[in-house]
């Protein structure tokens, strides 16, 4: 709704629903009729059942408070999907055994260079390793898989292959690489030539085997004692065929493969395939078309040459044992009469690929494709083209597409329209029927798609190592790049992303763990080419760009930032710059981890939906971005992960050896749809998540000790050196969680009474245990008193004395904080309750460590997950868990939201406001609006010179309660509204919608 008129509020609606616009005006499905009411969002349809497939298109009218009525709306529409698992007819398909199995590594050996027992013990150390074969001419396959401890580089004929790079955890020998060497290979005398490092003083090994396929059967190549090893880096090109090579000693058998130190690692081949089908259409005329399709994995389609939408790692990450999501695209304008074609790229995603660092093949060892085209015409018949054994495959240019190593692309391999009709592709393979287990649910996409949402130029191109170019692109962020070059075919391109650099210029990756984060670009020669990853993505600022012919000019790298798509809703801005920047670091830090589930961090390799994140940022995510249909989605998941005894998951979609009921983390499956209700006002997200909730209470009574949680779980994570007894912690968010279900329940017209007992009495059972008698808390932590306030586990005669202690204990930090993730987004809102405004700002302008300024100061363009991630000294913290960009610490935001625009809701969804500035610190002017479900909501306000001038904007069908700092009401000067009241140094004023100005 929009009015220009003041005090404008909604009396009544009518709602029309036809089959056609033109049918409007006598609908066809549904007349809601005058309904008296001044609802005028989330108002649900209430006509007969909607059918599958169907567009419905509708248009609304209004009644004002006067009782004047609107014209009636311009039509919109909606449209339906399949709407259950009945309506496919396609069938789940995957690239044939010859496309996705790779060689094993059974028969290979473990190999060292010959020196005391290196599967125990060898030095620290590069060895050599050469093997030469005589081969035939009739080859049709060749595969090297290959893996040392700890890193290595291959060669094939003189002919660099791979390498790697040393990961922090030295645990890349657990994951193979699997290498297409088909174009290498050559009839004759062909040698492998290994160079391989073991990193610290331990068990060395090399492994490999090479895989060919000839006219006669296959041959497999080994590693064993008849390989070649030297201890001595050799001089010339050792690398090639005709080296001399008999000075080098016999290579020593460290194990077998299965057994040593190193057990059974096994390859795990992460190419994209190439799947199309041709099929043949009537020349009639098509009123509609629409292409649905899901993957087990992540799938890019194309129709008649044209790719289809615009979406990225569709369909997104889910736990496919339970549920995927479907996608629907309308492709009318793209079939044509005769031919079409139907080509799609299928990886392995989440689905198959590297999950954090717990390897691959979490759901399935193989990805699968489900593909249904349906197809209408005017004169009312259809016909459908589904994913079936009639589908053939073949591999392409992508010869590896993981979300934590990357991508390779050899663009030599191309196959030039293969989407496209007429392209053919008798030579491709029979796809096979998928042997995975078909998830229980095929469900419509609820949440954004991923996309390219923007495009960054670099900022500065540097060389601080001979051939080594690194792209400044300005600020982290997440996505991959657009490379533009030029140069000869087989020339290797290697793009390698990291957030920070080194104080050299050098990137710097330890802190990626094992996330390679590299992308390989394999030119065809054709003039200038362009490369931009389809299935991989990774957080950074600056891109390491090897082998580029010539050097990189700012054009020749673009990044290209990647979330899920859904709309920013608030604009901040104050007269402080450290504070607009914390606002833009904190809507980066979001934009970057809300990719198909809220991750903890985009870069290492982790990326997981950690509950205890999102339980401390929902609250300012739902200010920042339009959060209801991607954290919905989510919620789904954690749902899905909930345990049979209630306990919600460290992480959802749960993976990996990760537990479940922790406080703090766990907790989310209740704050987060609260923190949706709050902002949203949508009751079906509670009904949603009602017995869920119910489930997890019952959970936590049930494991704990007479009311009191269990010293477990993750305590107040990254603390500065002031741990919280975890025991307090478990104890105060199970009173939290009992007090959110009061209010759902109350909500929801459920009975509440007994979790109002249920939260008197852990409330009773946390003070006896935990609070002295003079207000102290177990602890005597800054989180103690955070908690034990915010969550009002404290008589009322004892608040101010542990307020007091808390502002004494911030005090005795130097007026600096030293709470970790769970109480620090509590903080600034206690001080703020407790009557230390003052106090909050304080810490909020702190620009030392620790602080959000000292992490500014220090080039931060997203949120930190440490405090200190670069050291006072210019050090980095632990490369085993450091990430820059990470929203935890960005829950900030809700507090400045609040108190510095001075915007909240009043009621559930905004339908009443609270306009509540509160001037302190630096800050003299703030301005802000949000763009809530009635309408913009905004604020401007100056405090300067002992005046105070606020403006302010209520939207339609709404009010407000605005705040005026002022100990007399009778100096404001206000256009319009009504005094109400004195309270807590201000004037209270009641608003309707429109424009208002105050005055003090």
């Avoid at 759902?744 to 008698?773: C, K, M, N, Q, W």
């Avoid at 001075?902 to 969804?909: D, Q, S, T």
């Avoid at 306009?915 to 909501?937: E, Q, W």
């Amino acid at each position: 709704m929009a009015s220009a008129r003041p005090g404008q509020r909604q009396s009544a609606y009518q709602v029309r629903v036809a089959s056609s616009a033109a049918g409007l005006s006598h609908p066809d499905v549904w007349d809601s009729g005058k309904v008296v009411s001044g609802e005028s969002v989330l108002v649900p349809y209430d006509g007969p059942r909607l059918e599958p497939r169907t567009r419905y298109f509708w248009s609304v009218r209004v009644w004002d408070a006067d009782g004047g009525v609107s014209e009636w709306s311009a039509p919109s529409w909606w449209e339906t999907g399949l709407m259950d698992e009945s309506q496919w007819s396609a069938e789940w398909i995957s690239a044939p055994a010859a496309l996705t199995d790779v060689p094993s590594l059974e028969g290979s050996s473990w190999i060292w260079y010959p020196e005391g027992d290196p599967a125990s013990s060898a030095p620290a150390a590069t060895r050599w390793f050469r093997r030469s074969v005589g081969l035939p001419d009739d080859i049709r396959a060749a595969t090297l898989v290959i893996s040392a401890d700890n890193v290595y580089a291959v060669s094939l004929n003189g002919t660099e292959l791979a390498h790697t790079d040393l990961d922090t955890d030295n645990e890349g020998w657990r994951r193979p690489a699997v290498i297409d060497v088909l174009d290498q290979v050559r009839p004759g005398r062909n040698t492998l030539a290994v160079s391989a490092a073991n990193a610290t003083a331990g068990p060395a090994g090399l492994i490999c085997v090479l895989a060919l396929t000839t006219s006669s059967g296959e041959q497999m190549i080994y590693t064993d004692a008849s390989w070649k090893a030297t201890n001595q880096e050799p001089a010339g090109n050792w690398r090639a065929p005709d080296f001399d090579d008999s000075a080098w000693q016999a290579a020593k058998v460290a194990a077998v493969w299965g057994a040593g130190p190193w057990g059974r690692v096994v390859p795990v081949s992460f190419a994209a395939h190439q799947l199309r089908h041709e099929f043949r259409l009537p020349g009639k005329k098509v009123s509609r078309a629409r292409l649905y399709a899901t993957a087990l994995g992540v799938y890019e389609a194309h129709l008649n040459g044209r790719r289809v939408g615009r979406d990225r790692l569709a369909p997104g990450w889910t736990d496919y044992r339970k549920r995927v999501q479907y996608q629907t695209y309308d492709v009318t304008g793209s079939v044509r009469p005769g031919v079409n074609a139907l080509g799609v790229f299928l990886a392995p995603g989440w689905y198959a690929g590297n999950i954090a660092s717990f390897g691959p093949r979490h759901y399935g060892e193989r990805p699968a494709l489900l593909v249904q085209l349906e197809v209408e015409y005017a004169d009312g018949t259809s016909e459908r083209i589904s994913s079936g054994p009639q589908w053939r495959a073949t591999a392409g240019p992508i010869v590896s597409a993981d979300l934590l190593s990357g991508e390779t692309y050899d663009a030599r391999k191309e196959t030039a329209g293969w989407t496209s009709p007429g392209f053919d592709d008798r030579s491709w393979l029979a796809v096979r029927g998928a042997d995975n287990d078909v998830p229980e649910k095929i469900v419509a996409q609820v949440d954004g798609p991923v996309r390219i949402a923007q495009e960054l130029r670099a900022q500065e191109v540097t060389e601080p190592e001979p051939g080594v170019f690194v792209v400044d692109l300005g600020q982290n962020m997440v996505g991959s790049v657009r490379l533009r070059v030029s140069g000869d075919a087989g020339t290797t391109v290697r793009l390698r992303h990291a957030e920070v650099l080194n104080p050299d210029g050098t990137v710097y990756t330890a802190n990626l763990r094992s996330a390679a984060a590299t992308d390989t670009y394999i030119l065809k020669g054709r003039g200038e080419e362009i490369y931009e990853p389809r299935f991989t993505f990774h957080g950074f600022r600056y891109v390491e760009v090897t082998g580029f012919p010539g050097k990189p000019s700012a054009g020749s790298v673009t990044g290209r930032v990647m979330h899920t798509s859904a709309p920013f809703t608030f604009e901040f801005e104050t007269d402080v710059p450290m504070l607009n920047q914390l606002h833009a670091n904190i809507v980066r830090g979001q934009r970057g981890n809300f990719l198909s589930v809220p991750t903890d961090t985009p870069a290492r390799d982790e990326r997981l939906g950690w509950t205890g994140d999102i339980n401390v940022f929902a609250p300012t995510a739902v200010y920042t971005m339009e959060s209801a249909r991607f954290l919905g989605k989510w919620l789904v998941d954690l749902r899905d992960a909930q345990t049979p005894d209630g306990a919600f998951t460290d992480v959802a979609p749960t993976v990996g050896p990760l537990g479940s009921g922790a406080a703090g983390w766990g907790d989310a499956g209740v704050t987060v749809p609260w923190a949706l209700y709050q902002a949203y006002g949508d009751r079906q997200v509670l009904n949603d998540a009602w017995p869920s909730v119910q489930a997890w209470l019952r959970y936590l009574e049930k494991y704990s000790d007479g009311l009191l949680r269990p010293a477990a779980g993750y305590g107040d994570w990254l603390n500065v050196s002031d741990e919280t007894p975890k025991d307090v912690i478990a104890t105060a968010y199970f009173a939290h969680s009992a007090e959110l279900a009061v209010r759902i329940a109350t909500e929801l017209g459920e009975e509440s009474a007994p979790y109002a007992d249920l939260l008197a009495r852990i409330r009773t059972a946390f003070r006896t245990a935990y609070v002295a008698s003079d207000g102290r808390v177990k602890g005597d932590t800054q989180t103690a008193y955070v908690l034990a306030l915010s969550m009002d586990l404290l008589p009322d005669e004892l608040r101010k004395a542990a307020a007091d202690r808390l502002v004494a204990l911030i005090e005795a930090k130097d007026w600096h904080l030293s709470t970790g993730f769970l109480g620090t987004p509590r903080l600034l809102p206690v001080l703020t309750d407790t009557g230390h405004t003052d106090v909050a700002y304080r810490l909020l302008h702190q620009r030392t460590f620790p602080s959000w300024g000292y992490q500014i100061d220090r080039g931060a363009t997203t949120m930190w997950e440490r405090w200190d991630s670069i050291q006072p000294d210019g050090g980095f913290q632990s490369p085993a868990m450091n990430s820059f960009n990470h929203y935890a610490y960005g829950s900030v935001g809700e507090w400045m939201y609040t108190n510095i625009a001075g915007l909240a809701p009043g009621r559930a969804g905004y339908r009443r406001i609270v306009i509540h500035p509160r001037p302190g610190g630096d800050v003299t002017s703030a301005n802000a609006t949000f763009a809530s479900l009635y309408g913009p909501v905004s604020t401007r306000w100056q405090h300067r010179s002992g005046g105070f001038v606020l403006s302010c904007v209520v939207p339609p069908n709404t009010s407000a309660e605005v705040w005026i700092p002022t100990d007399d009401p009778e100096r404001v000067k206000h256009t319009r509204g009504t005094f109400v009241r004195a309270e807590d140094g201000c004037a209270v004023f009641e608003v309707d919608s429109g424009s208002h100005r105050f005055t003090v």
